[in-house]
């Protein structure tokens, strides 16, 4: 099957577009860029257990898989309902079903990566020897969830306990409106009192390394980043922080066009947005944080990121965890108090068993 972003059947009433539809220019190179990662993420296909464990960073894929756990353990609650956005592949699933949630609703721009989120939300998928069904409903969408309004598409089924953005964040900063919307999906969606984890690159380190570097790249053995001849003098404008645009290669995972997302700025959209931020660390600051609960040292030691699960750090690689330090970890909070005479009607919405045709296909000018 040829997976494109928008090509595919469904009954549902949001089917895809039959024909492109107009943009003005700037939204034409936006949308190009969007396809873009959404057909590089569509054509990774499922790895075997056993590729999966002979990848180059397969320790540090563990590191990004017990930060994004810790987060869920850490504000998670028996029967929230959440919001995945960016869900890919549907790899946090398990980490879901372990908080016990209510139910599920994951987006995700490319249509190989939600097909292949349903397949393993079913038990279809033979993914790490899993098999087992999830205990929560679920509802799946495929779509750009920086350009769409989804609180007109998923009206019915806010507010959410959580919104999850792993990884993705940083997509939404390819314009001023994509970043704003991202922000405004989040809050309009969030349940007052509801709490937005994510992890994203931090824009600090990666601005630092450039300017550490001699030319307009810098790597290791696991990844590299690119700057485009546009950057040599390696200022960027404050009068201009959205589009900042760099090539990204992690061995093994990514090989897509990035965007700089400035800390201080996404923290004041979010502000605007009601959102308050709780926290944002590099991944090397919440590792060190966070390994220090034993339930925390536990889990660590389970997935088998770092050695012993606590301070050895022999299995990860000295590559692989300067790579980690390119991330980091977010939490923020949308203001006001939860109404605690809502019914809960949501897990209407959702099904124990998805079909091709219960996911839904959204334009990108909803
Ligand atoms: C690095 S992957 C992370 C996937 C998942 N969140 C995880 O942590 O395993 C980034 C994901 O962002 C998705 N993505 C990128 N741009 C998007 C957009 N505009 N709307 C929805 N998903 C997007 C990609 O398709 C991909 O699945």
Known sequence: MKRGYQESSSSNSFAPPQSKPRYSSEDDITNNIARKVAEHYSARTNQTLEERENSPIIHLKKLNNWIKSVLIQLYAKKGDAVLDLACGKGGDLIKWDKAKIGYYVGID?????????????????????????????????????????????LADDAPFDICSCQFAMHYSWSTESRARRALANVSALLRPGGIFIGTMPDSNVIVKKLREAEGLAFGNSVYWIRFDEEYSDKRFKSSNPFGIQYTFHLEDAVDCPEWIVPFHLFKSLAEENDLELVFVKNSHAFVDEYLKRPEFIELMRRLGALGDGNQDRSTLSPDEWEAAYLYSAFVLRKRGQPDQTRVDTRRDKGKMLLSKEDIMYIDGKV
């Open 109 to 153: 721009i490319a249509e190989g990566s939600i097909e292949d989120c349903r397949t393993r939300y079913n038990g279809d998928a033979d993914h790490h020897q899993r098999r087992k069904k999830f205990s929560f409903p679920a509802r799946l969408i495929c779509g750009d969830c920086f350009e769409v309004r989804l609180d007109r598409v």
